[in-house]
């Protein structure tokens, strides 16, 4: 066989380059494949804001109603922990949750804003992603006056954890790490809804080869009870 290829070196070096090009373009291929697409960020970020999924939502809102019973407190901290557990059509939770927080007052004892601390752990399944993640957030409550009709919530909260897409042939399970930054997240007083407010948001994806990707967002609280996340010029709109 070597002698073969002596005798025709010209041979030798075609199918050289072929093998070499045919494991390039493999390779770029393989390396130009996005690790997690647009849409899948997109509903990965629902899984981590809807109130459903014991995202986001749920802390803020199950807080804003914690405060009503507190505001005479100011400068005592406080703190609880929460379980819940929800079950509406596909998707499914349970997770625990240790809140804590301070109530700021005026010289006059009348209540100006909140810090508050979250720290979370739970499951999660909806059509197209399971999980299990950890959760901690630092927030600041506005609107604790009186004539405030809506408290308003700046801060940043981070969920940390494994998720499985149903969907996904390769890579089907990956760590994920999605941190929201929130800016004026408006919840009614008179029916603890949300209705406003918007944030950004970055994902920093890895799978079990320790290749890691980085996509960056936005969301908008919607006034219906939505909310809105585009990640890449993609949008999608989910029920809080």
């Known amino acids: ?36 697409s647009e849409t899948e960020a997109a509903e ?16 803020t809102v199950e807080m804003a109603q914690l405060l009503e019973g507190y505001l005479q407190n100011c400068g005592v901290p406080g703190d609880t922990t929460l379980q819940r557990s929800n079950t509406l059509g596909p998707v499914t939770c349970n997770a625990t949750f240790d809140l ?3 109530i700021n007052c005026n010289a006059l004892g009348v209540p100006q804003d909140a810090q508050v601390s979250v720290a979370g752990n739970g499951t999660f399944s909806t059509q197209r ?19 405030a009709t809506a408290y308003v919530v700046n ?22 790490t999605t941190t929201l930054a929130l800016a004026g997240l408006e919840i009614r007083k008179s029916d603890y809804a949300i209705a406003g ?12 080869r320790g290749r890691t990707e980085t996509l960056d967002g936005a969301i908008v ?7 809105t996340v585009t990640v890449n010029g993609h949008t999608h709109t989910f029920p809080l």
């Not at 981070?158 to 969907?167: I, V, Y």
């Not at 407010?197 to 079990?208: E, F, I, Q, R």
């Open 129 to 147: 992603w399971a999980g299990a993640d950890v959760t901690a957030g630092v927030l600041t409550f506005a609107g604790l006056q009186p004539q």
């Open 221 to 227: 609280f919607n006034s219906d009870g939505t909310a």
């Open 100 to 102: 804590g927080w301070l």
């Open 197 to 208: 407010g918007s944030g950004t948001l970055a994902m920093v994806a890895t799978n079990g």
């Open 44 to 59: 990965i970020v629902e899984s981590s804001v809807s109130e459903r999924s014991a995202g986001t939502a749920m802390p």
């Open 1 to 36: 066989m070597m002698n073969f290829f002596r005798q025709n070196p010209l041979l030798l070096a075609t199918m050289t380059l072929a093998v070499f090009t045919l494991f390039s373009c493999r390779k770029n291929a393989e390396d130009a494949l996005a690790l997690l």
């Open 155 to 176: 801060g940043s909260y981070t969920l940390e954890g494994d998720l499985t897409g149903s969907l996904r042939n390769a890579d089907p399970t990956l760590s994920v």
